[in-house]
């Protein structure tokens, strides 16, 4: 995030994209009240910035509620087309799936959550409805995941500078998602000091039950962590140890190939 002077910042601008980023997949419908308790204004100050979204396009309204437009895709779809992971990592994904018949991703960091950015456009064929499960498991572009409980969340922070890492821990506190999920800061260090060394991360069942993901980091040329590259499968289909025989090696062959083109 880049930094700015008070003087500068235009605290309508920081309202609006507040009331915005308020719409996600647990809440997709808001009416002014339920806005200006996620966005924590006043409701007449919610009011006034969903009625001016709605005049702009960005949401659709009816009956006092308010939902996201169409009209949002500008913006990550201009991303989407620009940015170079999504546009170098596609490719690969897609290659990893036909390769192995498994669906994969890739996520940036994003403050507290892991983004998915690409994913392969091949869900391989897995077992009957596979491709249903792992949608619902939050791999469609956009999603967003929790780092500290998921396995690209987890490389991503595992990557950051130990300063940075260490002021992102202290100034935080972490969701239990399920009963598996870690929450305490110390535990959590150890586990991303743990991801460091082993240059991947296996997580099962702590964002979701049912779940199990690994993820390895993406590197450019001067050896940053830019991206996580996961695939996530049912345990049943899946233990961990072989998850990580199965697939470790072609996605750290995916990994170096990006390498040369980031």
């Not at 170079?84 to 940036?108: I, K, S, W, Y």
């Not at 870690?182 to 702590?206: C, F, G, H, M, P």
């Amino acid at each position: 995030m880049v930094g700015i002077a008070k003087i500068d910042l235009i605290e309508g601008v920081v309202k609006g994209m507040a009331v915005l980023e308020c719409f996600d997949t647990s809440r997709q419908r808001l009416n002014a009240t339920l806005t200006a308790q996620r966005a924590g204004i006043t409701r007449a100050a919610a009011r006034r910035h969903l009625l001016t979204l709605a005049h702009l396009g960005y949401l659709e309204s009816a009956d006092g509620y308010y939902w996201l437009s169409s009209k949002v895709l500008r913006f990550s779809g201009s991303y989407l087309a620009s940015a170079r992971v999504p546009r170098a990592v596609q490719p690969v994904l897609d290659q990893l799936a036909a390769q192995t018949q498994e669906a994969f991703a890739a996520a940036v960091l994003d403050g507290d959550e892991a983004v998915i950015v690409s994913r392969s456009g091949n869900e391989g064929s897995g077992t009957p409805g596979s491709t249903r499960r792992l949608l619902a498991h939050g791999l469609h572009l956009g999603a967003r995941l929790p780092a500290h409980a998921t396995s690209s969340g987890r490389v991503l922070l595992a990557g950051l500078p130990r300063t940075e890492l260490s002021a992102w821990l202290k100034e935080r506190q972490f969701r239990r998602l399920t009963p598996q999920t870690v929450t305490s800061n110390s535990a959590l260090r150890a586990i991303l000091n743990e991801v460091r060394k082993q240059d991947y991360s296996l997580v099962y069942e702590e964002h979701e039950t049912g779940v199990g993901a690994l993820a390895v980091p993406v590197r450019d040329a001067q050896g940053n962590v830019v991206a996580a590259l996961n695939v996530v499968v049912s345990p049943q289909r899946y233990g961990p140890e072989a998850l990580l025989r199965t697939m470790f090696g072609p996605m750290c062959d995916a990994a170096a190939m990006l390498r040369s083109v980031l």
